[in-house]
């Protein structure tokens, strides 16, 4: 059964199926939300991300970049003690750093949604080496949900899916890249 299939109605995935999954996104905070839930959601269910995600939002101060990359050892220490959210040092260390690397990221490219442009379009074995040698703790899966969720990579939603049709009126970059393609051919 895909996520099409058992999203909707959902108390915690429709929502999020239906107006956010495959969406573009261009806010830098919300993108550096997505890339930090993604990376808790290793190895476990996308559920367990969902119904923890308020707490995330507060333990990472709204995932404001600029505060979780300037996080010291006693915020380490306070979200490694903190029972609302993934308790795992290796994903909370991910997220603080990766923040560190946003700050860089946005100093040489104005915003993350400006480095993600610069370097679409990719394939998922070009993202995967390019997040790989650029943040921690990203593998295959992290990077492909990460980019299909912010409307970087296709494949959200089946082509029958109402939130389909919703997702691609918003214009995601694969979608509007391909549409480019395909009128210079």
Not at 3 to 32: I, K, M, N, Q
Not at 101 to 122: C, K, M, N, Q, Y
Not at 134 to 163: K, Q
């Amino acid at each position: 059964m895909s996520y099409c299939d058992s999203a909707p109605g959902h108390e915690w995935h429709g929502p999020y199926h239906d107006t956010e999954y495959g969406f573009p996104v261009r806010d830098d905070h919300v993108l550096f939300e997505r890339l930090a839930l993604e990376i808790n959601q290793a190895g476990l269910s996308w559920l367990t991300v969902l119904k923890k995600r308020a707490a995330f939002n507060a333990a990472f101060v709204g995932f404001d970049i600029d505060a979780v990359a300037a996080f010291g050892e006693a915020d380490r220490e306070r979200l490694l003690q903190d029972a609302a959210i993934i308790r795992n040092r290796l994903k909370v260390d991910a997220v603080i750093e990766n923040a560190r690397r946003l700050v860089a990221i946005r100093e040489t490219h104005g915003s993350f949604a400006a480095w993600l442009d610069a370097h679409h379009p990719r394939t998922l074995p070009e993202w995967v080496k390019l997040f790989r040698a650029t943040f921690r703790f990203m593998g295959g899966e992290i990077v492909g949900e990460f980019l299909m969720s912010t409307g970087y990579l296709p494949g959200a939603h089946r082509e029958d899916c109402p939130a389909h049709a919703r997702a691609l009126a918003a214009g995601p970059p694969w979608h509007v890249a391909g549409q480019a393609r395909h009128e210079v051919s």
